[in-house]
């Protein structure tokens, strides 16, 4: 590893003043992917600035019903919170399908929105990778993808965003909060991740030097009959190969409300508003719901080892919306 | 004028099983290294020192963590509470006699993490925190009871290569048990205190 300089910071204006706007210096929350990536060298920050301590630990409710959730708040205390697992119950879920009982416990929100791909090439200093070193090329497409992206990738790169996590915040229309030396500023979740395109190494769009400082819920009364379900190679503390957040309303058998939102199949959270539309207003029953789940995934490029997600994502979104849809007449 | 050359190395207080010890580290240093090389605390186990198998785990403020990926410097103003710290005087913690007793380990390896963790799942489960397979998340469904299926799941962040995991599941449901029955206990004592005082 790298010798860095650290420090901790004990307010967000002062972890701003530490950073300085330097590139070369980095916040430090939980460390659980950060200070992985610093050990193998695919991250090697000259300095850390500690936020772990920064006074934004809560979780509020708002006027309009929705929820503040602090950027510093453990993934453990989000998963726990009676807030959120009464009104957002898939996002409790959502997080306690993450990691381990241990990381959760150090992880935080903010650090989890910018934990970097679990692709193993990313990850493998030795090889060559757009995400990691800008036009080196990217291995995956030709090599190892069985767990890569099948929406929104490009020719140069092909890694998925690996939170569970994020998967929720987008199905509920999280709304992301930070500060900056030149004040303040939000991004809806759907803007916060950039495109691929030619810029896989530009992951978000955060003005540079900015400190992630909350995520606000709005008020979803949809979201109370919501849920989370992951598929993974083992029956736990693995990434997702497939993952869906879903949230129904219905009404006399139809539609009302519904969110929907996909992991492991792109670089980012993916939010399935094509399927959304063309579920609201019509019947809830599983032809339905294939039917949307094809529409979404119409959009689809798989890659030779990785067609499956197409069929398992699809198969997700039936089980979840068939199980919220039996809930929801009970 | 020359910028100040950056300082690489803290000197920082480590509260370790109640202990002050204050050291100088390199920032490189994990809390892990430092409870071995530095502290001579080497019941905590270097594993895979990348936050998957759960060796290195203790506890920090009361919450599991895994070592490996604290770095030392930020483990300053915490209570770190390592597998040395378990046991009052001869008297050892529950878990670590449910351990012994129901053969909870074959090599012995990951058995300091498996402990550590499990000291944490038990309070994590009484303070009524859902898993990823209590069923129903909901506050109103009330804390899901501790079935084997809840303790594999809490405890998948630990591995044990020998396989001992039928074992390590028991001694969790037994030291488990142990707690709430004393639970009961003191609420019990607490009641009849209550009483005693209205009477």
Same mark, same amino acid.
């Given at each position: ?44 920050? !000259? ?130 909060? =930070?500060?900056?030396?030149? !004040? ?57 190969? !497939? ?72 198969? *997700? ?14 | ?12 207080? *480590? ?16 809390? *892990? ?7 001579? *605390? ?62 909870? =380990?074959?090599? !012995? ?91």
């Amino acid at each position: 590893m790298k010798e860095f300089g650290y420090e901790r910071a004990a307010d967000v204006s002062g972890a701003l003043a530490l950073l300085d706007g330097d590139p070369d210096a980095r916040f430090l929350g939980g460390g659980t992917n950060l200070v992985d990536l610093m050990k193998t060298g695919v991250e090697r920050p !000259g300095r850390l600035v500690d936020v772990r301590e920064l006074p934004l630990d809560r979780i509020e409710a708002t006027e309009d019903g929705g929820l503040r959730i602090g950027a510093t708040v453990t993934n453990s205390d989000l998963a726990a919170h009676p807030d959120v697992r009464r009104s957002y119950p898939a996002l409790s879920q959502a997080v306690l399908a993450g990691a381990s009982g241990q990381l959760r416990n150090v992880a935080t929100v903010g650090g989890n929105l910018l934990q970097r791909t679990r692709c193993g090439y990313f990850a493998d200093v030795a090889a060559p990778c757009n995400k990691r070193v800008p036009g080196s090329g990217c291995p995956a497409i030709e090599g190892e993808h069985h767990n890569h992206a099948i929406l929104g990738a490009s020719d140069h790169c092909v890694a998925t965003h690996p939170s569970d996590l994020g998967v929720a915040l987008t199905a509920f229309g999280a709304v992301v909060s =930070y500060e900056t030396p030149d !004040g303040p500023g939000r991004l809806p979740f759907t803007e916060f991740y950039l495109p691929v395109g030619d810029t896989p190494h530009r992951e978000t769009a955060l003005p540079p030097g900015a400190l992630i400082t909350g995520v606000t819920l709005p008020a979803a009364p949809v979201a109370a009959n919501s849920r989370y379900r992951k598929v993974r190679e083992r029956a736990s503390y693995a990434f997702a190969i !497939g993952s869906v957040a879903a949230a129904l309303d219905v009404r006399d058998g139809v539609v009302h409300e519904v969110r929907l939102a996909f992991g492991a199949v792109a670089s980012r959270p993916w939010r399935a508003h094509t399927a959304e539309q063309a579920l609201t207003g019509g019947p809830a029953d599983a032809g339905a719901f294939a039917a949307a789940a094809d529409a979404e995934l119409a959009a689809a490029r798989p890659l030779p080892h990785n067609a499956y997600k197409v069929t398992l994502t699809r198969n *997700l979104v039936v089980a979840v919306l068939s199980e919220l849809a039996e809930e929801a007449t009970r | 004028m020359a910028p100040t050359p950056l300082s690489t190395h803290s000197a920082v207080t *480590l509260n370790v099983n109640g202990e002050k010890h204050t050291l100088t580290v390199d920032h490189r240093t994990t809390l *892990l290294d430092a409870l071995r090389e530095r502290l001579d *605390l080497t019941g905590t186990k270097k594993g895979c020192d990348q936050g998957q198998c759960g060796a290195c785990t203790v506890l920090l403020d009361d919450r599991r963590a895994v070592a490996c990926l604290q770095l030392a410097v930020a483990a300053e103003g915490r209570e770190i509470v390592t597998v040395e710290g378990l046991a009052e005087g001869e008297q050892l913690h529950p878990v670590q006699q449910a351990f012994l007793d129901l053969d909870g =380990y074959q090599c !012995g390896y990951c058995t300091p993490g498996q402990i550590c963790s499990a000291v944490a799942v038990i309070e994590e489960h009484a303070a009524g925190w859902p898993s990823a397979v209590t069923d129903d998340v909901r506050p109103e469904a009330g804390p899901p009871p501790l079935t084997a299926e809840e303790i594999r799941e809490r405890m998948s962040g630990n591995l044990c290569r020998c396989g001992a995991y039928v074992s390590i599941v028991q001694a969790v449901e037994r030291a488990a048990g142990i707690r709430a029955q004393a639970a009961r206990t003191a609420e019990g004592a607490q009641t009849a205190k209550g009483r005693g005082a209205a009477a």
